[in-house]
């Protein structure tokens, strides 16, 4: 069965008990991962919790209406999209789908987890989380939870879903961003040079294949023309 982490939000595939809670996790390593069954109830008392403090104007339903648990729900920042059906006679099925996260958005002493749409997530500790790519702001850029970076900041972000997804032989440091032109910075390897935020998929795809063909001492890989790629000293 199938879990999920609630401190990163990674799905965790097979070997967790659907009642599962506080199992580690492998990406993040927080003992914060339960089962999709635990995961749910804890969302259910979330969504009891919301409406004890509803106004009684709303009458006694409270949040039994499929579109209130759903509101609700969809309203926490770490959901990507929920779906509430009704099972007759007396419950409703909750299907949540967590939000991926790609990185933590740095600014001065403060840091958030954000993914690939730039959404930010939450806010944690500075120095926490080392196993996401730094993506670091500028001092004066306003941060919200549940809120989206700049659109500025939005090709940096999909750069790095795109790392994610392809999981490049070496694990992502943080993304520079200088003139429109983007580069990932790996840990113990060479920079891949991404050029515009176009076809950054495919980009990464590329950048992959061919790190496994160069040299040892290569310090960069450019692929900002994916037919052609060049790697270099």
């Given at each position: 069965m199938n879990g999920i982490c609630l401190s990163c939000g990674e799905i965790q595939y097979g070997d967790v008990e659907p009642d599962a809670r506080g199992y580690p996790c492998e990406v993040c390593g927080a003992g914060e991962v339960h089962g999709l069954e635990e995961h749910l109830a804890l969302e259910a008392r979330q969504v009891h919790a919301e409406a004890a403090v509803r106004p009684e104007?709303?009458?006694?339903?409270?949040?039994?209406?499929?579109?209130?648990?759903?509101?609700?729900?969809?309203?926490?920042?770490?959901?990507?999209?929920?779906?509430?059906?009704?099972?007759?006679?007396?419950?409703?099925?909750?299907?949540?789908?967590?939000?991926?996260?790609?990185?933590?958005?740095?600014?001065?002493?403060?840091?958030?987890?954000?993914?690939?749409?730039?959404?930010?997530?939450?806010?944690?500790?500075?120095?926490?989380?080392?196993?996401?790519?730094?993506?670091?702001?500028?001092r004066?850029?306003?941060?919200?939870?549940?809120?989206?970076?700049?659109?500025?900041?939005?090709?940096?972000?999909?750069?790095?879903?795109?790392?994610t997804e392809e999981r490049l032989p070496r694990r992502v440091r943080a993304v520079r961003a200088v003139g429109g032109e983007l580069t990932l910075v790996l840990r113990h390897g060479p920079e891949i040079r991404l050029g515009e935020a176009t076809d950054?998929?495919?980009?990464?795809?590329?950048?992959?294949?061919?790190?496994?063909?160069?040299?040892?001492?290569?310090?960069?890989?450019?692929v900002s023309v994916p037919e052609r790629p060049v790697a270099g000293p």
């Open positions: 104007r709303e009458g006694q339903m409270g949040l039994r209406r499929p579109e209130d648990v759903e509101g609700v729900v969809r309203a926490l920042p770490s959901v990507a999209g929920v779906s509430v059906d009704r099972a007759f006679p007396h419950t409703l099925v909750v299907r949540v789908a967590p939000e991926r996260v790609v990185a933590v958005a740095r600014r001065g002493h403060s840091s958030w987890l954000v993914t690939g749409a730039g959404k930010v997530v939450r806010e944690i500790e500075t120095g926490s989380e080392r196993t996401y790519p730094r993506l670091w702001l500028t004066g850029v306003a941060v919200r939870v549940g809120g989206t970076l700049p659109a500025s900041y939005t090709p940096a972000t999909k750069a790095l879903a795109a790392a950054l998929g495919l980009k990464v795809a590329v950048a992959t294949a061919v790190f496994r063909l160069v040299e040892p001492g290569t310090t960069y890989i450019d």
